[in-house]
Nanobody, 125 residues
Framework: QVQLVESGGGSVQAGGSLRLSCEASGYTYSNNCVAWFRQAPGKERERVASITSRSGSTNYADSVKGRFTISQANAKRTVYLQMNALQPEASAMYYC??????????????????WGQGTQVTVSS
């Protein structure tokens, strides 16, 4: 059974940084993908960044390019999301997720079938 556990959320002032962690277990991590999503109240869940476990290829939403970095420590089966220059609009619940297939790594949340419990990020102005 796939398990994903996020940590690292919290409250920060605008311009600050946070690093989220996602520890994965229970599936073939070596040939898969992990993505970070976020969802603010009343808004659609959006994909923030993805990384493929084997090649380390990454993909970002335009809204976070240059400020967020996704990375992984394969030996630890852990994926990180470093978030810099945070603004209040980044406030949301952040989830890590794994897709049904590697082909869906850069796609919408509907193609992801394993989710963590989420970690809250709040950015104050």
């Amino acid at each position: 059974q796939v398990q994903l556990v996020e940590s690292g959320g919290g409250s920060v002032q605008a311009g600050g940084s946070l690093r989220l962690s996602c520890e994965a277990s229970g599936y073939t991590y070596s040939n898969n993908c992990v993505a970070w999503f976020r969802q603010a109240p009343g808004k659609e869940r959006e994909r923030v960044a993805s990384i493929t476990s084997r090649s380390g290829s990454t993909n970002y939403a335009d809204s976070v390019k240059g400020r967020f970095t996704i990375s992984q420590a394969n030996a630890k089966r852990t994926v990180y999301l470093q978030m810099n220059a945070l603004q209040p609009e980044a406030s949301a619940m952040y989830y890590c997720a794994a897709p049904a297939s590697l082909d869906y790594c850069y796609t919408l949340w509907q193609h992801f079938n394993a989710w963590g419990q989420g970690t809250q990020v709040t950015v104050s102005s």
